[in-house]
């Protein structure tokens, strides 16, 4: 717990949601809590019978941690080992049962988030997921509502440039996730070519800690190569609102997270570095 307050208080009461806007907007759990743990301290500070929408007001303060973190990371990531990709967080099936919800923290979402401009970033999460009015989302920015609205629209456009093409149902998305880990597990490589797309990626981050491909691996035949080793266990997991999957070989884990297109698979995000793996034992809480 953070501090000393009360069930009572509005900061515990919209942790869950502050999380969750600190997570979309920085892809990874660790920088989203310190950005909580700031803001509280903010929050502490302040004459709290000022504040007439604790909610509005706690979520523009988070934002522009946030957005303070993500300049700061930006420089980070510069120097980053490899590709970077998202953090991943175990999560409950139930997550997907809120497909806007599930759609936003997905690992494939998050992943296009990082070509947005930070303010880009915060006002696509605030207007597109949380739907904030645009007078709200301009305080947190601190930019004019009219700027907001274009900025808005550019990152609509730019992420749909980037989503999938067709979206598919739950239960196929399900059906060829199986079907994937079910073909890593017995180290069938037909099988496993078979339901990837001729176009499929393999993005995977090591971060310089473990074993991972530093580019992209593209097409089938390299993917399953990558993918084909002996000595591997697999098991069925939600990450991020999705079924996903839990690879470990030799004592390297790694969590595996699909895009499903067309009943294949044509996009695979694999995060090796062991930095980005300590929240798989326990689901996180996230809202909206």
């Known amino acids: 717990m953070i501090g000393d307050a009360t069930a009572e208080d509005p900061f515990l009461t919209h942790r869950t949601l502050l999380f969750t806007v600190a997570y979309e907007m920085l892809g990874s759990a660790a920088d989203a809590e310190d950005v909580l743990q700031e803001s509280w301290l903010r929050w502490a500070g302040i004459d709290r019978a000022q504040v007439g929408n604790p909610r509005a007001y706690l979520i523009r303060v988070v934002t522009r941690q946030s957005l303070n973190q993500l300049r700061t990371l930006s420089r980070r990531r510069e120097d980053y080992v490899g590709e970077w990709l998202p953090e991943p967080l175990l999560t409950s099936p139930d997550v997907a049962e809120d497909s806007v919800l599930a759609e936003s923290v997905s690992i494939a979402l998050l992943t296009v988030l990082e070509t947005l401009a930070p303010v880009e970033r915060a006002v696509f999460v605030l207007r597109e997921v949380f739907e904030l009015p645009y007078g709200e989302i ?91 080793r002996p000595g591997r266990t697999v098991s069925a997991v939600w990450l991020n609102g999705a079924p996903a999957g839990r690879i470990e070989i030799d004592g390297q884990v790694a969590a595996v997270s699909l895009v499903v297109e067309d009943g294949r698979v044509t996009q695979i995000h694999a995060v090796a570095n062991p930095e980005k793996l300590t929240r798989l034992e326990e689901p996180a809480d996230l809202a909206r």
């Open 138 to 228: 301009a305080a947190a920015v601190d930019k004019p509502a009219a700027t907001v609205r274009q900025i808005a629209r550019r990152a609509r456009e730019r992420v749909a440039a980037r989503q999938p093409r067709v979206r598919v149902s739950r239960s196929e998305q399900r059906a060829v996730v199986e079907r994937f880990l079910a073909a890593v597990r017995t180290g069938q490589v037909t099988e496993l070519i078979e339901v990837m797309a001729p176009d499929v990626v393999l993005i995977a981050d090591g971060g310089g800690l473990a074993p991972a491909a530093r580019a992209p691996v593209h097409g089938p035949g390299l993917v399953a190569k990558s993918l084909a």
